[in-house]
């Protein structure tokens, strides 16, 4: 045990401040501090990808990095990713396509989705198997979070060239 | 009534019932990030608990000493097996009818063993304080193999000391637990000893674990004032927990309530009842505050839930034709330090009965015996129902090895031998009555669409083209056709703890003409809530978009065993259809009243009830529901409410045909799925889209057994694949995408013909994964070799059979 930090996060636009020791995990903080339990801890060595957000524009797992070194960031949680009455289009596409089951792995599966469009807004079925090889799914196969991806990425761009 | 006019059409269509691909239900919540999961649990002045576990697989505990633990800020308490025993709480009784310690009684059994419970005021301080707990060992023996097992002097359970007569009969010796026999044992031997061709084979399907994302864990809240436990947990079988949380804590029953919230992930894990579920309760007694226990991945694999770790020696004999005369099976099955095996209490070795398979085999003979080892409990069915996946992997092993004595094609040795159509209802050598099957249609199917003679001759040439230099890379072809056994079942011979395993649905209809049902069963994934407002919308005319379905929790929820072993389709899936007709039924009263006509003079049609004759003169369900609240019927109670407690009269059996078409590259040893084929026959499709998303995760699964993931042990029982970097979960990078097919052959004793799929996958995928990698050195030599096949295995094959040289 040591002395507890201050710590300031902006976490899905809104800023946060909490005391707390330095040792404590990112998913901790989140899930039992903010009360923010859309990511989950599933295996705690980096494997799973349930524990999933966007931090500083980069997919981070929140149960690799302490709060500490977390201190000042903006983080993307699931819970910042569209809203009830305006669901992101990912969301909406693993919803279409059965891209989920259980549910566990889904946040970090589309907070990580989000992620990949925005690196490569066109994937192959390949890059898109690449790209969320860090998130583990026990459930679908994959295949359906796949189809939901790539649909995904197709109805964004196909918005944005009828936007142009 | 079959003329589907365009408004008929659109009413169906309306109903969102049985045969479309409804959109699910629950996924609102999990897109959004708001399941509710049990570590997303939060209560005011809840604690943590964590446990002290052995590092030592066999040891005395000579002492444990508490103090610097509870000198530790924060810390609240910890349990050891001395502060439970005055509650007789200390040891807990299995699925299986042996015992189990809950906290280690003055030895440890298998490395991971729960030794102390501490209680913290949040998690870190109780990591901290476990570190705390100081824990004095004497180190024993250590036996992690059951043949050694049986033949030591060393006596792991010395509890059971001097008992000969165990949950199963008589015990031959202090680590042996039971022999099960099933079958014509004399008879088979005279017919195995006279055979034309007899084949051999030992293999070893290796212990590994279901491995769900979420781990297991609880909150236990013991209301003192009103005297009340609520238990929330990871739970396939919540009724059951709570029946047995009153039996081990004194509590009567209508005092406790058990929640299953949002679960992610069974696959059989979260069947059985576990020390932290035991010690969450007793530490809420004791603190009068809520305590959390949630397992980390770590303890997941080694403590609780293993599947597998079956022994298996078979012997087939058959025709020079190739007609299957006798089989002959015996297993020897290590179940770790205790026998915690979730089966029906007079199955302790599940279903492995259904060994013989699809084929019409004429006699059999089956012998099981568990045995001790320091190694973990658990025994569970992953993503299948009661050991069938062992049953089948043996089965589809043997058949491969028969194809080799015979050198004959294995599709077609299969065919000769499958049970015809005509034949189901069909008792088989071990007793099982098949309800239905039309294997041959599906063989043919499944054949001809991956054009299997193709395949083979493509195979041919590749074969010579190795052995040119032209190629290094072998073909395999993987086949299995397998017949499950599921939706256990007739409360005559499946019972749990001694709970008949009916399941249940109950169903109130709202004035308004919406719905509510509860059932017995609880989804982790499974997608309840969708597939079973479909049954209802077809069976009592309400749109499934108008019924919520809800499980899980027992103070509402009528008495059910829970989902697992593919039961709840084929059991509270039946459920839900009777529970419908009984609505259907009062609803064709009042219709009738209402209509000023006699009860048979009105029909069901869709959504409402026509007068016979003059479909003009009708009732919807949604003015049926209205009346049955508003109006005095004569004879008739007011509301409109059923509930169904359904006892299956048989148990289902699902059976499907699978192709796998695999290029193993033989310096590497990595295999390449370049296709797999799988076509099930489930019966009646409720969801396709659900079936098929089942078919896919299940495929996934037995892949992952298949090609990599195990639990293993190394000589002084150090589990080995205890985080996710040693045990294999196949990620989308490894996973191909898989072609779904089916035919429907209706179960005939279920009432809407379904026969449940969520296992199928698994139990059909792990030999056809299997066989693929096997096939590909027939050409070489190769006869049988044991999963999971892992790149350095099949190196090993390689290289055994020359082909490096």
Redesign the interface.
Known sequence: ?SDKMHIKLTVNGEPKEFLA?P??LLI?AL??KL???????????S??G?CTVTLNGKSVKSCTMFVAQANGAEIT???GI?A?DA?HVL?ES???H?G????????GM?TRATKLLEENPSPSEED???G???????????????KSILAAASEINSAKEAAE | MNDMTPDREERSANLKGMGCSRKRVEDARFTQGKGNYVDDIKLPGMLHGDFVRSPYAHAKVVSVNKEAALALPGVVAVLTAEDLAPLNLHWMPTLAGDKQMVLADGKVLFQGQEVAFVVASDRYIAADAVELVEVEYEELPVITDPFESLKSDVVLRPDLDGQTEGAHGPRKHHNHIFTWEQGDEAGTNQVLDNAEVVAEETMYYHRTHPCPLETCGSVASMDKVNGKLTLWGTFQAPHVVRTVASLLSGIEEHNIRVVSPDIGGGFGNKVGVYPGYVCSIVASIVTGVPVKWVEDRMENLMSTAFARDYHMTGKISATKEGKITGLHCHVTADHGGFDACADPTKFPAGFMNICTGSYDIPVAYLAVDGVYTNKAPGGVSYRCSFRVTEAVYFIERMIEVLAIELDMDAAELRRINFIKKEQFPYTAALGWEYDSGDYHTAWDKALKTVDYDGLRKEQAERVEAFKRGETRKLMGIGLTFFTEIVGAGPVKNCDILGMGMFDSCEIRIHPTGSAIARLGTISQGQGHATTFAQILASEIGISADSITIEEGDTDTAPYGLGTYGSRSTPVAGAATAMAGRKIRAKAQMIAAYLLEVHDDDVEFDIDRFVVKGAPEKFKTMKEIAYAAYNQAIPGIEPGLEAVSYYDPPNMTYPFGAYVCVMDIDVDTGVPEIRRFYALDDCGTRINPMIIEGQIHGGLTEALAVALGQEIAYDDIGNVKTGTLMDFFLPTAWEVPNYETDYTVTPSPHHPIGAKGVGESPHVGGVPCFSNAVQDAFRAFGLRHTNMPHDHWRIWQTANKLGLHE
Do not use: S, W
Not at chain 1, 100 to 107: A, E, R
């Open positions: 045990m020791e040792r404590e901790y899930r039992e009360d923010i339990t859309g990511p989950h801890v599933g295996c705690d060595t494997h799973c349930a949680t699931i819970e569209g009830p669901l969301q693993f919803k279409e059965h989920l089951q259980c549910g566990f792995c889904t946040p589309i898109v198997r690449f969320m090889a860090g998130n583990i799914c026990r459930c679908t196969g994959y295949q359906n979070i796949v």
